[in-house]
């Protein structure tokens, strides 16, 4: 369909592709009218009438998920909208996010997919902010996993961004992760490195452990990225310890909130926190209407 100016411009600043948002806005309303009408608005809302549709927070965060809704608007015929809050800025209870105006039956059409991906993508944002919170002061950064919803992955990610996280790799092709499956398979942890990097040796190699003996072998077999599965706090220190800068290390599993700074001061470089994307609460965010 081809998005608007002022939402291309927007869609730029994300690292998402217009071509991604729109197939994911088009699915995501295909999904509610599954073909065939929405019978409650074309039963009581007269097909000409306007509204004016506001959006508005009911719960403190971080907002994400803009240029996906401007986009749920657009292709449900919306281009009358006006942004109050930016992704990345601080909402609060009734804080006033967006207003757009519009015929009734394109605003009702447009507004759960739109809540759904603003009030997800925002509850991602925010619960990465309460990591990254939790662990200043110190070093280590906080990474997101591939636990994300299938087919809206990018969205997820980039909730993370915008929450002051970073990525892990996106897809099995971005880099290699050796896990104890591929170490059993291979017929050992450092085997399964040494196959990795000579089939692909150009591409980034993390390497999963979970014994500090394990941890020696890889290193020593040039390992450059680590990841410590389910490892203690002391056994990260020792893990910093023995690795002595010739590796980065990233602690995984066991991982909460209260002990994410104790760990973080270790001196590993990252957490990985599946819990960003797969366990986020959703940001209770609403749509009010009101009658031109």
Not at 220 to 240: F, H, P, Q, Y
Not at 270 to 287: E, K, M, N, Q
């Amino acid at each position: 369909m081809g998005f608007s100016k002022k939402l291309l411009e927007l869609i730029a600043g994300t690292r998402l592709s217009p071509s991604y948002i729109e197939k994911v806005a088009e699915a995501a309303i295909a999904e509610d009218l599954l073909g065939d009408l929405d019978v409650t608005t074309v039963a009581t809302i007269p097909i000409d009438q306007i509204a004016v549709a506001e959006f508005r927070s009911r719960k403190s965060g971080v907002l994400a998920g803009i240029p996906i809704v401007c986009a749920v608007l657009e292709i449900c015929g919306i281009e009358n909208y006006k942004i109050e809050i930016n992704d990345g800025e601080i909402v609060h209870s009734a804080s006033l996010i967006m207003v757009t105006t519009g015929k009734t039956r394109d605003l009702l059409l447009a507004e759960r997919s739109a809540l759904n991906f603003l009030g997800h993508l925002s509850g991602i944002s925010t619960l990465t902010k309460s990591w990254v919170d939790a662990v200043a002061g110190t070093s280590a950064a906080i990474r997101d996993t591939r636990k994300t919803t299938p087919g809206i992955r990018e969205l997820e990610k980039y909730a993370v961004r915008v929450g002051g996280g970073i990525n892990h790799r996106f897809a099995l092709s971005d880099a290699a992760l050796i896990k104890d499956n591929h170490v059993l398979a291979a017929g050992g942890v450092v085997e399964a490195f040494t196959l990795v990097k000579a089939k692909f040796p150009d591409l980034p190699v993390e390497v999963e452990v979970d014994s500090l003996q394990q941890l020696r072998e890889v290193v020593d077999a040039g390992a450059k990225l680590v990841l410590l599965d389910n490892m203690s706090i002391e056994e990260c220190r020792a893990a910093v310890e023995i690795v002595a800068g010739r590796a980065k290390l990233e602690a995984s599993g066991g991982l909460i909130l209260n002990n994410a700074h104790a760990y973080a001061s270790t001196g590993v470089d990252f957490l990985a926190v599946g819990a960003l994307t797969h366990s986020a609460p959703v940001l209770d965010i609403g749509l009010d209407l009101r009658m031109e």
